[in-house]
T-cell receptor, first 114, second 112 residues
Framework: DAGVTQSPTHLIKTRGQQVTLRCSPK?????VSWYQQALGQGPQFIFQ???????QRGNFPDRFSGHQFPNYSSELNVNALLLGDSALYLC?????????????FGEGSRLTVL | KQEVTQIPAALSVPEGENLVLNCSFT??????LQWFRQDPGKGLTSLLL?????REQTSGRLNASLDKSSGRSTLYIAASQPGDSATYLC???????????FGAGTQVVVTP
């Protein structure tokens, strides 16, 4: 049973560029959430997707956008990159109707903005 | 606004000692609390999930308690091993969609 998979694992961009990160949820999961983790800090909630719609959003600017596909996989897009966007981006999946609420995380995508 | 605090920020113990990691949160209206382990540069591994109606959960050498009224959770790791060296993160679930609010973590080093 494959867990949550993310790609790419590492990438380097320059300020002003755009980046797309990808996530495949754990088998059987239909909800995907994205988190940003800066060095030495806990992850911060970016947004969550269910049934191909953004259900809720954290305190992140509109430069951060996402998408969920019919197969439940998801993308995170960040436009006009800033140095402060350098972080580990984590994808988490869950099953909406399962009331335990347990989230499973991927290994993350490490983004460095120069 | 929910805030989650983990103290201490770092901890070093000799192998064999028991580990006690603390987590506090400001709003007792939580759905559940999860403890995660994170190795350097890696993702999060779920260790224990405690539902809001539960007082504790156990898995092997790990035991986590939850006191909602006082806004506290404690993770106990018995007979620590060098392989337990990692950062441990506490997160509270603040809505029915599973949104998590994390603490900053406790970095643990277990010396042989």
């Amino acid at each position: 049973d494959a867990g949550v998979t993310q790609s790419p694992t590492h990438l380097i961009k320059t300020r002003g560029q755009q980046v797309t990160l990808r996530c495949s949820p754990k088998s059987g999961h239909d909800t995907v959430s994205w988190y940003q983790q800066a060095l030495g800090q806990g992850p911060q909630f970016i947004f969550q997707y269910y049934e191909e719609e953004e259900r809720q959003r954290g305190n992140f600017p509109d430069r951060f956008s996402g998408h969920q596909f019919p197969n439940y996989s998801s993308e995170l897009n960040v436009n006009a990159l800033l140095l402060g966007d350098s972080a580990l981006y984590l994808c988490a999946s869950s099953f909406r109707d399962r009331k335990t609420g347990e989230l499973f995380f991927g290994e993350g995508s490490r983004l460095t903005v120069l | 606004k929910q805030e989650v605090t983990q103290i201490p920020a770092a901890l070093s113990v000799p192998e064999g000692e028991n580990l006690v990691l603390n987590c506090s949160f400001t709003d007792s209206a939580i759905y559940n609390l999860q403890w995660f382990r994170q190795d350097p540069g890696k993702g999060l591994t779920s260790l224990l999930l405690i539902q809001s109606s539960q007082r504790e959960q156990t898995s092997g050498r790990l035991n986590a308690s939850l006191d909602k009224s006082s806004g506290r959770s404690t993770l106990y790791i018995a007979a620590s091993q060098p392989g337990d060296s990692a950062t441990y993160l506490c997160a509270v679930c603040i809505d029915s969609w599973g949104k998590l609010q994390f603490g900053a973590g406790t970095q643990v080093v277990v010396t042989p």
